[in-house]
């Protein structure tokens, strides 16, 4: 019985869930502002570039936290902070994953990437560009992101209010001292980026 009544809440929580993306509203000012942890659960940061001219050669990094100041009245007063934990990385190739962690990202040295933003500029409703300096081991550099404000909404799943974004952009290997390796050569400079975020209103 236990396992009947289980499937039917989960059956009935993800009938719910297109009606409530449907009511979710995307303007900014109909949102909570205040201060916003992120939710890693439901958080990602993918990578790609291109291997060998042929395809997209996609990872990840697993383990991300930071904050979020929304001024849901002035977005582009808004403030982020975001450090990725570099040991997460993950590629399809575990042998290229081990790698990676060696050179060029050097783990052992420098666990932790960040991104924090310096200018927010609102291009429309529901987007936006973030602008902030990137640093990946002793390299900081300003890297600009285009970003989509996807709603605010009291989470279905529990865990209180919720805001959420997708972020898109680009960097190059060499600018961050990330080319240092036997591979280089087969893969693209140009790196993409995209974020999916999940931002939890801090308590208290």
Not at 41 to 47: A, D, I, K, S, Y
Not at 125 to 134: C, E
Not at 139 to 164: C, H, Q, W
Request: glycine content about 8%; aromatic content about 8%.
């Amino acid at each position: 019985m236990r396992r009947i009544a289980t499937a039917v809440i989960s059956f009935g929580v993800a009938a719910c869930l297109p009606v409530l993306a449907q009511n979710v509203s995307t303007d900014p000012a109909k949102a909570q502002g205040g201060i916003y942890t992120i939710d890693a659960g439901h958080t990602q940061v993918l990578f790609s570039a291109l291997h060998l001219g042929l395809t997209d050669y996609f990872g990840r990094f697993d383990r991300i936290s930071g904050t979020l100041n929304f001024d849901a009245a002035r977005p582009e007063h808004s403030a982020v902070s975001i450090t990725i934990d570099t040991t997460s990385i993950d590629v399809p190739s575990a042998r290229l994953t081990d790698q990676l962690k060696a050179a060029p990202f050097d783990v052992q040295h420098y666990p932790t990437a960040s991104f924090k933003s310096t200018a927010i500029t609102r291009t429309g409703p529901d987007s936006g560009q973030i602008t902030g300096m990137l640093t990946i081991k002793k390299v900081s550099r300003p890297v600009t992101l285009d970003v989509i404000f996807k709603g605010g909404e009291n989470n279905a799943m529990g865990g209180g209010y919720a805001l959420g974004f997708r972020a898109t952009g680009s960097i190059k290997r060499s600018d961050f001292d990330l080319n240092s390796t036997v591979w280089s050569p087969y893969v693209s400079d140009d790196v993409n980026l995209i974020i999916s975020a999940m931002f939890d209103q801090r308590k208290g």
